[in-house]
């Protein structure tokens, strides 16, 4: 196994010890990379902060994408307790309740705009501000799904929202890769997360993956 030791990481998008987000930070943790964390709010804070704490995280700290000056001491901390980042893993998307459920034709476009705010934009910004802490390279992933591809039932407006998603991983690659800066985007398949639970008819998801790929 690779090691990771000296590594320095920022985590977004833990909810539970179910999160995605939760078993790389573990995984990363094991190879020993050093971890800040992240919560989304007071309620999140009491399911995020014991986990954080497991890990050993160098920084537990807030950030709501859509507050500005929440990414901007966040980074700042970054700044003051490491003085670099070598790592980046954007787990997070939101769309609301009534356009995700719905048809897309239909949704609204403010909830569109929310949705590809916190989804999309929020990785560029989360580039924007690590770009300068990765003098010696560093990588940034996000995470998609199929539907971004190909249409899938009940997936509705996040389908074109990772779709964007994935065109900016390309376009911050080009950008960032003369840095020795990689961009990623991860497609784990269906997983039961709290994430995914948002997704209607989710579980049928899980048994068509189940019986396409046993």
Request: one cysteine or more.
């Amino acid at each position: 196994m690779p090691s990771l030791a000296g590594k320095k990481g920022l985590i977004v998008g833990i909810a539970n010890a179910h999160s995605i987000a939760y078993g790389c930070a573990e995984v990363i943790r094991e190879l020993g990379g050093s971890l800040a964390v992240t919560y989304l709010n007071d309620k999140a804070e009491h399911f995020v902060r014991p986990l954080a704490e497991q890990l050993q995280a160098d920084i537990i700290a807030p950030l709501d994408v859509q507050q500005p000056q929440q990414l901007d001491a966040l980074f700042a901390q970054i700044t003051q307790r490491w003085g670099k980042l070598d790592f980046l893993l954007h787990a997070i998307a939101f769309a609301p309740a009534a356009d995700l459920h719905g048809r897309v034709i239909d949704c609204s476009a403010a909830g569109f705009a929310q949705a590809m705010d916190v989804s999309c934009h929020s990785f560029i910004r989360l580039a924007k501000a690590a770009e300068p802490l990765m003098k010696d390279g560093g990588a940034l992933a996000t995470m998609t799904y199929y539907g971004a591809q190909k249409v899938i039932p009940h997936y509705g407006m996040m389908g074109p929202v990772k779709a964007a998603l994935e065109s900016t991983v390309r376009y911050l690659a080009d950008e960032l890769g003369p840095k020795g800066i990689r961009v990623h985007a991860v497609s784990p398949g269906p997983i039961m997360t709290r994430a995914a639970s948002g997704i209607g008819e989710f579980e049928s998801l899980l048994d068509e993956a189940a019986r396409r790929a046993p």
